[in-house]
């Protein structure tokens, strides 16, 4: 449905429609998205917000080595990154009428990462890559599906989609360039006999 630029705009039928069904805010009726069906999928995108904010605060805590400070660091710093964008998605979720699903109970049934806490610095920089490049493929994937449908939302999803590709770039610079032999797990210390 592709209005002209050049047909008039009835007023009159405007300002009786925004009159109509007020308790759904911004969601008017010229809103062409599958509503529950994008809400679902938002859930889902929150869920997995989540677990990789959990997965990242992990890791941050339990790097160990050489280059233990500065990738924590970087795993902190995307850790907050991936809250905000939960924040996001939680709001404009609110915004279409919906409620944020934050519950614990099926976090991880929702997400479509998965929480791999990795062992020593390498396999957690690869395990949150991962988790990174499922996330750009999901986002790619919703923000087709929307067809023009909502600009609103399909913006939002382009623009955490932009962090999560900054991330899997950050995290494939890690890998490629460290010493592996500072980035693997440590080994546990010999008894003495």
Request: glycine share 6%.
């Amino acid at each position: 449905m592709t209005e002209s630029l050049q047909a008039p705009l009835d007023l009159g039928a405007l300002r009786q429609r925004a009159r109509q069904h007020l308790e759904q805010g911004a969601v008017t009726a010229g809103y062409q998205a599958d509503r529950e069906q994008l809400l679902l999928q938002l859930n889902a995108a929150l869920a997995t917000e989540l677990v990789c904010v959990l997965r990242y605060r992990y890791h941050h805590f339990m790097a160990r080595g050489i280059h233990a400070q500065a990738v924590g660091a970087e795993f902190l710093a995307h850790a907050n990154e991936e809250l905000a964008h939960a924040d996001l998605l939680a709001e404009r979720i609110v915004q279409l009428g919906g409620r944020p699903d934050f519950s614990p109970a099926t976090l991880l049934a929702r997400s479509h990462a998965e929480y791999v806490p990795g062992e020593g610095l390498t396999d957690m920089i690869r395990e949150d890559l991962v988790a990174e490049r499922i996330a750009i493929d999901s986002y790619r994937h919703l923000i087709g599906a929307l067809h023009g449908q909502d600009p609103t939302t399909r913006r939002l999803l382009e623009g955490i989609l932009a962090v999560e590709e900054e991330h899997a770039d950050d995290l494939a610079d890690l890998l490629q360039h460290a010493p592996q032999a500072a980035l693997a797990p440590a080994r546990p210390a010999l008894l003495a006999l």
